[in-house]
């Protein structure tokens, strides 16, 4: 049995674990010890499409075999691997939806709560989409808007974001015959090619499994991502604070949890209100402290600066504390045993999505049209909840973060304004100060210790001078180790660390939530194109991590980015070693038609010197693989140089 100081680095978690030790509540923390992992289940070889089974089979070994129906070990593998990576697809689309929804009531009026923060890029997404930018303002807003929404019912052709991505990786979708031709499409003929006796060859099921992939990555999330900045402004660096300390005693605090940022936006605004302070203050409290856990928190952070409460293994913990007088939660990443955790404390907890109830928890239903309504409801419960706390416990820990990177952002602090671009860093990856870029984006994990991989392998990667693009709650669990803030550059090697006291960055840079890993496709295009390092996102020293992984969206992000050329690498367990053959495909074969691949390390350690190694071929390719110095041209030699 683990004890607690097993389970994560965190003091404030392990404060809290302790705490609900104390108080009898039962966390998933408590669950996680006694549940053992189905060895069939985790290897991907158990098949549930049918009832002439389920079947559980192995590729060799005493009692090798196939399942009824005769399917292989590769298939089924093959088969419970496609439907994760739809389903992922379909949680981040169906997102992306409610933004697209939302943006068009706001445009009919249906919707006051909400208006256009960044008029400058939806001129820029206009372009991107074909419209032209010039007349009203509004109708273009309504044209980008019905162009998006088409997106997810298109039958016929392709999604329109994918021609963003360089021409020679556009090419290779269409030669593989991947590119999406509508994001719901996409999500069906996964479900109906992996149900029984439909697709039973491993390597053409993977090319659906790519498609579908890439309507997330190159459709549903670059949509969430695109239209949330229009909506809530997008996002440049902000100061913020992160951990279980930013709740306070003498506040009613409100946490908002999840990842749709529609509701707690509005939550953010309202809880300004002089008159809901003015009753919060009625009841004895201060003011109102809004507090974030998971992917919603990182939504708020990134625009407004709102103190992050941690990341989805603290969505208990903070009830634990006492202090948390409402939690409002939505879809995704939500646990059900936050019903019982919150019955042992005073906390009311709400749902508040059409699409996501919990039995026995109250449900306070959010529509974009009353979003003001219901954001003033949540926060009169909060405040009516805070005379009945009991023992309050708060851990101390709060860490200072820098987050809003970005890709917008990141042209502007490299190049300035009228320079904006991503020369300076080509030009510092080119002469080896950066060595390379790692993305370390995902879940966190009960079953390992939590946080540990991340920090672990971050650290690893910026000593190395690998620059660290980060989302996410691995995010969050680098932020509480003090890795998000420029003066974590004292950690990094040499060449990085001259960078960011160059720029005034962090080595490690929160480019936002799990919708926003499509930032880092828009960077790695834009790294591209802006010339030095190949033509094509396969040829760049790029690297993608999740080595606390546990999601069924962290494999869709995953293979979108194996299928954009990029290798990623996971922790923990992989969802296939229960067939070598397909497994063997995924981390060899399939690198012969995308040029990326899949690995598996479960050492943070070793998985950075792989990262590294990966890098270091990479820079070989591209013929930098010795740092050079940047000569600074004297008169003379320039002189030199005009004279031929």
């Given amino acids: 049995m683990k004890r607690d100081h097993q389970l994560t680095d965190c003091q404030a978690s392990r404060q809290m674990i302790a705490k609900a030790s104390r108080d009898g509540t039962v966390t998933m923390f408590d669950r996680v010890r006694g549940r053992k992992v ?29 399942g009824i129906c005769g399917a292989t070990p590769a298939t089924i593998a093959a088969r419970n691997f496609g439907r994760m990576i739809a389903a992922g697809t379909a949680a ?6 409610e933004i697209v929804l939302t943006f068009l009531k706001m445009l009919n009026g249906e919707a006051a709560s909400y208006t256009i923060r960044d008029p400058v890029k939806l001129r820029e997404l206009a372009e991107v989409l074909g419209i032209s930018s010039n007349g009203d303002a509004k109708e273009l807003a309504r044209r980008v808007a019905e162009s998006l929404l088409a997106e997810f019912g298109k039958q016929e052709g392709e999604l329109i974001f994918p021609s963003r991505a360089p021409a020679k990786r556009q090419e290779i979708w ?76 003498d506040h009613v605090n409100i946490v908002v949890h999840g990842h749709e940022p529609l ?42 600066g709102i103190p992050v409460a941690g990341s989805i293994l603290q969505q208990e913990l903070a009830i634990v504390t006492g202090a948390v007088d409402l939690m409002m939660v939505d879809v995704q990443c939500v646990m059900q045993g936050l019903a019982n955790v919150a019955a042992c404390y005073h906390t009311e907890l709400v749902t508040t999505s059409p699409r996501a109830r919990i039995q026995g928890v109250t449900h306070v239903e959010f529509h974009p049209e009353h979003a003001e309504k219901t954001a003033r409801e949540l926060i009169l419960r909060a405040v009516d909840n805070y005379p009945r706390r ?17 890709h917008e952002s990141i042209r502007y602090m490299l190049g300035g304004r009228f320079r904006a671009g991503y020369g300076p860093l080509n030009e510092n990856i ?70 960011c ?28 194109r802006q010339g030095g390092l190949g033509d094509d996102l396969a040829d760049l020293p790029v690297v993608g991590c999740a080595p606390e992984w546990m999601s069924e969206k962290a494999l869709a992000i995953g293979q979108y980015f194996v299928t954009s050329g990029v290798p990623v690498g996971f922790g923990v367990v992989f969802p296939t070693l229960g067939s070598e053959e397909f497994s063997s495909f995924l981390f060899e074969g399939i690198s012969a038609l995308t040029g990326g691949k899949w690995f598996f390390e479960p050492d943070p350690r070793l998985m950075a010197r792989r990262v590294v190694e990966y890098i270091d071929a990479k820079r070989r ?7 050079r110095e940047r000569v600074l041209f004297d008169m003379e030699m320039r002189r030199q140089i005009a004279t031929g």
């Fill in 38 to 66: 189905c060895s069939f289940g985790s290897g991907g070889t158990c098949c549930r499409v049918c009832f002439m089974g389920p079947c559980h089979v192995k590729e060799e070994g005493p009692g090798a075999d196939t």
């Fill in 92 to 97: 981040h689309s169906d997102h992306a939806r």
């Fill in 174 to 249: 269409r030669r593989l015959g991947v590119v999406p031709r509508g994001i719901d499409r996409e999500v069906v003929e996964m479900l109906h090619r992996t149900s029984v006796g439909v697709d039973q060859d491993f390597e053409h099921l993977m090319l659906q499994g790519m498609r579908v992939a890439l309507a997330d990555g190159w459709g549903g999330s670059m949509i969430a991502t695109e239209l949330q900045d229009i909506l809530f402004g997008t996002p440049y660096p902000v100061l913020g604070k992160v951990n279980l300390g930013v709740l306070r005693e």
């Fill in 263 to 304: 509701l707690p936006m509005v939550v953010v605004d309202m809880a300004r209100d002089e008159e809901l302070l003015a009753r919060a203050r009625s009841v004895g409290a201060k003011g109102i402290n809004i507090a974030g856990i998971c992917c919603t928190a990182n939504e708020l952070l990134l625009r407004n």
């Fill in 390 to 406: 009991g023992v309050v416990e708060i851990p101390h820990e709060e860490i200072d973060v820098m987050a809003g990177f970005s």
């Fill in 430 to 499: 080119i002469n080896g100060r950066i060595r390379g870029i790692a993305a370390v984006v995902g879940c966190s994990n009960p079953r390992v210790r939590y946080g540990d991989l991340h920090t672990t392998l971050v650290r690893e990667l910026i000593a190395n001078n690998v620059l660290v693009l980060t989302s996410g709650c691995a995010a969050i669990n680098c932020a509480k180790e003090g890795l998000l803030v420029p003066e974590a550059s004292d950690l990094a090697g040499s060449g990085l660390r001259e960078v």
């Fill in 501 to 528: 006291e160059a720029v005034g960055m962090p080595p490690v840079l929160h480019c936002g939530s799990c919708v926003d890993n499509s930032r880092l496709l828009v960077a790695a295009t834009e790294i591209v």
């Fill in 621 to 627: 390719a591209l013929g930098i693989e010795q740092a």
